[in-house]
């Protein structure tokens, strides 16, 4: 993932951001998707970025988690969602991915939520 959007700024790492890819990564291992020190080495990457898409390329590469309803204790590859948002929500990496919505004219950034890496549109602010 590169790290910022043509004119646009990186999000710096919150520690609420961090705190919830560490969960995710511990949700991969108890599910036996991670070994012991590749859990180690992705804690390491996510509890060190200084950005939020540093962070985010910890779990870039894993499959999405179904969450409850899991089978058998197995991840479930689920379609990628697309939802429009009035604002970017804490953890969503932004992409250098920008459109025009063809019914309202708007100019739209798209977002990934790296937790289950479905899109999200976001207006972009005037100016």
Do not use: C, N
């Not at 959007?5 to 705190?19: F, H, N, S, T, Y």
């Not at 962070?55 to 409850?68: E, I, R």
């Not at 920008?98 to 289950?116: E, G, H, K, L, S």
Request: glycine share 8%; hydrophobic share 40%.
């Amino acid at each position: 993932m590169s790290g910022s959007a043509p004119g646009g700024p990186r999000r710096l790492a919150a520690e609420a951001d961090r705190e919830r890819l560490v969960v995710l990564l511990r949700e991969y291992y108890a599910l036996g998707l991670l070994d012991l020190d590749e859990l180690d080495r992705r804690v390491s990457v996510v509890l060190s970025a200084r950005y939020l898409d540093e962070a985010g390329s910890a779990v870039a590469d894993l499959p999405q988690l179904a969450g409850p309803g899991t089978t058998a204790g197995r991840p479930v590859k689920q379609r990628r969602g697309h939802a429009q948002a009035a604002k970017p929500a804490a953890g969503w990496i932004p992409t250098a991915e920008r459109f025009r919505d063809p019914t309202t004219q708007a100019v739209m950034r798209v977002w990934i939520d790296p937790a289950d890496q479905s899109r999200h549109y976001v207006p972009e602010p005037d100016g």
